[in-house]
């Protein structure tokens, strides 16, 4: 079974600068899918980046970025520029390339951007 | 395009008492369908999934079911609720079959308090 951990569960930062959130996971597939979910005060869900097993690129979305380490089983949230938009839970997950297995979720992080 | 809805969005109950939660997927067929459960502070639990009308898996023993009476029709049920109930629940879809690499989509939830 897969399993998904985010060892923080707050931190803050300052406005304009840039954080790194971290991710850990465990899991004897070599084909899957990683994700980082965004989760603000409103309760909705939303997908913030996501990255492919297969590609050793990191996936970039505007002021999102991973480090995607794939022998060490990691895969960190960076946010540069920090808005007081980005204050929210940040949620990482896992699904595995093989079978119809659903999303497998770290407990969280809670971001707070501070003024 | 697609959409998810989900209702009520809020929902208060007694101990002992039914539910019934229903959430429907708009511009898609055969979704993939998920029920999540957040209690406060802590991160999603994966309750019920469907890849298809009546195959449902669950993922949690527990006093709640899930029913999938149509294709875009996911409904989370309970004859009696228990104080432990109480949370917030999301439903989810992803594309159906070997398009693995998309993400799930949510609704905005339900507050559901158990008194």
């Known amino acids: 079974a897969q399993t998904v951990t985010q060892s923080q569960p707050e931190m803050s930062v300052q406005e304009a600068e840039t954080v790194t959130l971290s991710c850990t996971y465990d899991?004897?597939?070599?084909?899957?899918?990683l994700f980082w979910y965004k989760q603000p005060p409103s309760r909705q869900m939303i997908l913030v980046i996501r990255q492919e097993a297969y590609k050793q690129q990191n996936a970039t979305e505007n002021r999102f970025s991973v480090n995607f380490q794939k022998a060490a089983k990691s895969f960190s949230l960076k946010i540069s520029d920090s808005q007081l938009g980005d204050t929210a839970m940040y949620f990482c997950a896992f699904m595995a390339y093989s079978g119809n297995t659903p999303l497998v979720f770290g407990k969280g992080t809670r971001l707070s951007v501070i003024a | 395009s697609q959409t998810i809805h989900q209702w009520p969005a809020t929902l208060v109950q007694p101990v002992g008492s039914p539910l019934s939660l229903e959430c429907t997927v708009e511009?898609?067929?055969?979704?993939?369908l998920y029920w999540y459960r957040q209690a406060a502070g802590r991160g999603l639990q994966l309750l019920f999934y469907?890849?298809?009308?009546?195959?449902i898996s669950s993922e949690v023993p527990q006093n709640l079911s899930a029913s999938r009476p149509q294709d875009r029709q996911f409904i989370l049920s309970s004859k009696k609720l228990l104080l432990s109930d109480s949370g917030f629940y999301l439903c989810?879809?992803?594309?159906?079959?070997?398009?693995?690499?998309?993400?799930?989509?949510f609704g905005d939830g339900t507050r559901l308090s158990i008194l």
């Open positions: 989810a879809w992803s594309p159906p079959g070997l398009r693995r690499n998309q993400p799930q989509h």
């Open positions: 511009g898609t067929s055969n979704p993939n």
């Open positions: 469907s890849v298809g009308i009546g195959q």
């Open positions: 899991t004897s597939e070599s084909n899957y899918y």
